[in-house]
């Protein structure tokens, strides 16, 4: 395998040849399905199910049509909550880093929930908005608000402080330092407490559709692993990971199509 290196001191790191590169996920992925595959052969099918077992009932499910209802379900619970949580958490960010008295009020509140276990106020959610799906909402909204909340703030204190007394200089106003300065020199950490969140809303819809009340992927998950019915149970898994994967790309696109900027500073630097 070829290695392109750049000095020892430089901080670049070790390369393989830029043809091998999308080979190898794709070898990785492989390896694991094949290594996968032949341990089958020795365990037991309800501990683990091979691939091919996964795959074939994965098509028994979407075909007789099992997994599509629950999985639109939890997809609209998904997006609904978390885009609302995310919006939420860049206007209270922007909102605390622009004002130091807004800022000092919300520390103490922002701080206790941000420590406290998020599943372990599910009662108070089902006994404030009752065993429903605004309910589930409630969960996922709360999952996700907290580290786009976070890092909207830490992005806003940490603009640098050149900006500033830049636009200052050009007399900018407060509505257009915010808009001009600010929030694009936070996008990154936006971005950043976004990829987070959209990982935690996964989490968040699957959680409360255990908890709350069993319904969609989170229904399928507790029968099929009540049942033992492995292949099943890990053909659903398969399907809420494909939702994280749709999020990265999901995210991707955004910073690609809307700030191309941070790409072509960060590729800058490899």
Do not use: C
């Not at 000095?7 to 399905?33: C, D, F, H, T, Y």
């Not at 907290?146 to 200089?169: E, F, K």
């Not at 790309?249 to 700030?259: D, K, S, Y």
């Not at 790409?263 to 490899?270: E, F, N, T």
């Amino acid at each position: 395998m070829t290695i392109a290196a750049g000095p020892v001191g430089g901080g670049r790191r070790l390369r393989p040849a830029r043809w091998l590169e999308p080979l190898l996920p794709i070898a990785a992925v492989a390896a694991m399905l094949g290594a996968w595959q032949w341990s089958g052969r020795y365990l037991n099918p309800i501990l683990i199910s091979t691939p091919t077992e996964v795959g074939r009932d994965l098509v028994e499910l979407v075909a007789r049509g099992v997994i599509l209802e629950p999985l639109a379900e939890s997809l609209e619970e998904m997006v609904v909550g978390g885009l609302a949580g995310i919006a939420a958490g860049i206007a209270i960010g922007v909102v605390m880093g622009r004002y130091q008295v807004v800022e000092k009020v919300l520390s103490p509140f922002v701080n206790f929930f941000n420590a406290t276990p998020l599943v372990v106020i599910i009662p108070l959610v089902i006994i404030w908005v009752g065993i429903s799906q605004k309910a589930r909402l409630l969960f996922v909204f709360l999952i996700v608000l907290w580290p786009v909340l976070l890092n909207t703030l830490a992005g806003i204190r940490n603009v640098s402080r050149g900006y500033v007394d830049l636009g200052a200089a050009f007399g900018l106003t407060e509505a257009q330092m915010l808009w001009k300065v600010s929030l694009p020199a936070a996008v990154p950490y936006i971005l950043a407490g976004a990829r987070v969140a959209a990982g935690l809303a996964i989490i968040g819809m699957i959680v409360s559709e255990m908890e709350i009340s069993l319904t969609g992927l989170g229904y399928l998950l507790i029968t099929y692993g009540n049942s033992f019915l492995t292949g099943r149970l890990l053909a659903v898994v398969l399907v809420a990971s494909l939702f994280g994967v749709g999020n990265v790309l999901l995210l991707r696109w955004v910073q690609a199509a809307f700030f191309p900027w941070i790409i072509g500073s960060a590729a800058d630097q490899r």
